[in-house]
């Protein structure tokens, strides 16, 4: 079984990117688009990520063998 470290770990780093997103952005009159467009775009990408690994790590339905030899 695998664990759940490549996830958390991979948490992390979107956190700390959502960070620098955050207090990194010009100020400006859109401030806000651009802060809340990068954070979405990361927080989707995570997700994305998230999902496709775990469902490989656990799929919901196992590998079987054919019953009919060929």
């Known amino acids: 079984m695998s664990s759940s470290w490549p996830t958390l770990f991979v948490l992390v780093i979107v956190l700390v990117l959502m960070a620098v997103a ?24 995570y997700l994305m990520w998230a999902v496709t690994y775990l469902a490989q790590v656990h799929p919901l339905e196992r590998p079987r063998k054919s019953l009919v030899e060929e």
């Open 22 to 45: 955050w207090f990194g952005t010009r100020k400006g009159p859109n401030q806000t688009l651009i802060r809340t467009s990068l954070m979405l775009a990361l927080a989707c990408c």
